[in-house]
């Protein structure tokens, strides 16, 4: 079982989006998946359809110990494809978990008891470096990282870098950086070119040479509940998720 968190400190860069798409991808050639939705806002949970009101227990009742993490785990629409649903009581959880005893390794803790055999765990996590991400990050084999083609995403790589070092010195060695995906890209603009230059030149074979086009079928897709693997498989936001579904296993291969 690999755990991969999919994490930027900067909010709308396709966190969610590349999280259900790639578990989309991955269940469907056979791979069992777990998508973990670690953000109050529970987005993921909404992109998959998945009523939050309707669900016993989410990934709030097992940072906070109140159930198994295989308790919490439901089955989708998609085949070989669960997810721990998110609640806004998750947004609580970084004040009750204040005075328990190694609170950043809680998550990490939970994920070594599942009893299904997952091949990848992906936990979407929240657009910040809180008690709730680090979670994440140390219960995590590796990081993925989708960066938006804006400016102002540079500067919060950057910082996510220092973060993830910082997780790796001080609470998990093995952390490794998965790799770097470039969203809302823009053939048409230069701006685009300009960041998708800069993060190759910095980051080298970690970024990925895939690259998700800006697409209104992709920002469409969340509102009936599905990913747009599944909303519109001939677009090309569709077409774009499934040639980094492939890289990714490649490189998976590779390593």
Known sequence: MKIISVANRKGGVGKTTT??????ALSAIGKKV?????????NATTSLGVAKSQCKFSSYDVLVSRCAAQDAAIHT????FDLIPSAP??????????????????????LSSLSTPYDYV????????????????????????????????????????KNINAIKRNFNPHLNMQGIVLTMYSRQNNLSKMIEADV????????????????IRIAEAPSYGKPILIYDFKSTGAQAYIQ??????????EL
């Open 122 to 161: 992906l936990i979407d996590c929240p657009p910040s470096l809180n008690l709730i991400t680090v979670n994440a990050l140390v219960g995590s084999d590796s990081v993925f990282v989708p960066l938006q083609c804006e400016f102002l995403a540079l500067e919060g790589l950057a910082d996510l870098m």
């Open 34 to 42: 777990l998508v973990i939705d670690f953000d109050p806002q529970g």
């Open 77 to 80: 629409d998609i085949p070989n």
């Open 200 to 215: 190759r030149k910095y980051f080298g074979d970690k970024v990925y040479q895939t690259v998700i086009p800006r697409c």
């Open 89 to 110: 009581d998750l947004a609580a959880a970084e004040v009750e978990l204040v005075d328990v005893d190694k609170r950043e390794y809680v998550l990490k803790k939970a």
């Open 244 to 253: 980094l579904a492939k890289e990714f296993l490649k490189r998976e291969k």
């Open 19 to 24: 999280t259900i798409n790639i578990a989309t």
